[in-house]
Antibody, heavy 121, light 107 residues
Framework: QVQLVESGGGVVQPGRSLRLSCAAS????????MHWVRQAPGKGLEWVAV????????YHTDSVKGRFTISRDNSKNTLYLQMNSLKTEDTAVYYC??????????????WGQGTLVTVSS | DIQMTQSPSSLSASVGDRVTITCRAS??????LNWYQQKPGKAPNLLIY???SLQSGVPSRFSGSGSGTDFTLTISSLQPEDFATYYC?????????FGQGTRLEIK
């Protein structure tokens, strides 16, 4: 069965860095685009970034451009989110999600359990 | 970015009720609209994709409709396990914006 397990969250001071990981199993990781989605405490869902199946294309939401970088290692079945210059407003649960496409449009078929990132001095 | 607006923001209903949640996109998104259910402390769960396709394993009391800018999620007969927050999401363009959510509560 498909499993996505995030790790790497924790408490970090503003301006510092953190790298999240998402270990995937139960499917052919190298065949699917992957996403990061976050949810601030008590708030709604916010899409963060996507990376193509082979890692050649990626996109980030405007609020994290230049600070966050999505990447993947298909040999390790692992997705990453490098987060630099963290701000207090980046505090959230971060989910990784596996996409599936229908008529070319993605939907998020499977999600991890999430990892909490708290940015605080 | 495409903005997604859900209504209502919250809703009280009883077991057995028929419930409809609407989602409006700021630009046409054809049928690239997904619906998710989220329970407290849990990851979202995909219900409907491409506006009206039921995800495998999701009960048939859930249905979706719409195209262009206006979409609906309908639950035909509410069950106790359906009380949760529901989100729409556009997948027409990167940004993949979510609606603000609709909290469905027990009356």
């Amino acid at each position: 069965q498909v499993q996505l397990v995030e790790s790497g969250g924790g408490v970090v001071q503003p301006g510092r860095s953190l790298r999240l990981s998402c270990a995937a199993s139960g499917f052919t990781f190298s065949s699917y685009g992957m996403h990061w989605v976050r949810q601030a405490p008590g708030k709604g869902l916010e899409w963060v970034a996507v990376i193509s199946f082979d890692g050649t294309n990626n996109y980030h939401t405007d609020s994290v451009k230049g600070r966050f970088t999505i990447s993947r290692d298909n040999s390790k079945n692992t997705l990453y989110l490098q987060m630099n210059s963290l701000k207090t407003e980046d505090t959230a649960v971060y989910y990784c999600a596996k996409e599936k496409r229908s008529s070319g449009w993605p939907h998020f078929q499977y999600w991890g359990q999430g990892t909490l990132v708290t940015v605080s001095s | 970015d495409i903005q997604m607006t859900q209504s209502p923001s919250s809703l009280s209903a009883s077991v057995g009720d028929r419930v409809t949640i609407t989602c409006r996109a700021s630009h046409t998104i054809t049928s690239s609209l997904n619906w998710y259910q989220q329970k407290p402390g849990k990851a979202p769960n995909l219900l409907i994709y491409a506006a009206s396709s039921l995800q495998s394993g999701v009960p048939s009391r859930f249905s979706g409709s719409g195209s262009g800018t206006d979409f609906t999620l309908t639950i035909s007969s509410l069950q106790p396990e359906d009380f949760a927050t529901y989100y729409c999401q556009q997948s027409f363009s990167t940004g993949y914006t979510f609606g603000q959510g609709t909290r469905l509560e027990i009356k």
